[in-house]
Nanobody
């Protein structure tokens, strides 16, 4: 059974950094591209970042480009999102995602709150 578990969220001040993790089980991540999304209550889930199965290709939404870095450790079956220079508008629940055989799987999300 595919399972994704996000962790690492919390409170952070503007300009600070945070690293989110997405631990996968039930499948081997090095066979699949993966993504990070985020969602603010009352708004659509927003795409943040993509990483290819090998990790050789990445892509970012304009809103986080240059500040966030997606990576993966296939040996640990875990994907990461390094968040730097965070802004108030980065406050959201962050989700990791994988599509396997046409089916989307999501974690439960981890809350990130940017505030003083």
């Amino acid at each position: 059974q595919v399972q994704l578990v996000e962790s690492g969220g919390g409170a952070v001040q503007p300009g600070g950094s945070l690293r989110l993790s997405c631990a996968a089980s039930g499948f081997t991540i090095n066979n699949y591209a993966m993504r990070w999304y985020r969602q603010i209550p009352g708004k659509e889930r927003e795409y943040i970042a993509y990483i290819s199965d090998s990790g050789g290709r990445t892509n970012y939404a304009d809103s986080v480009k240059g500040r966030f870095t997606i990576s993966r450790d296939n040996a640990k079956n875990t994907m990461y999102l390094q968040m730097s220079s965070v802004k108030f508008e980065d406050t959201a629940v962050y989700y990791c995602n994988v599509m396997i055989q046409g089916r989307d799987s999501w974690g439960q999300g981890t809350q990130v709150t940017v505030s003083w």
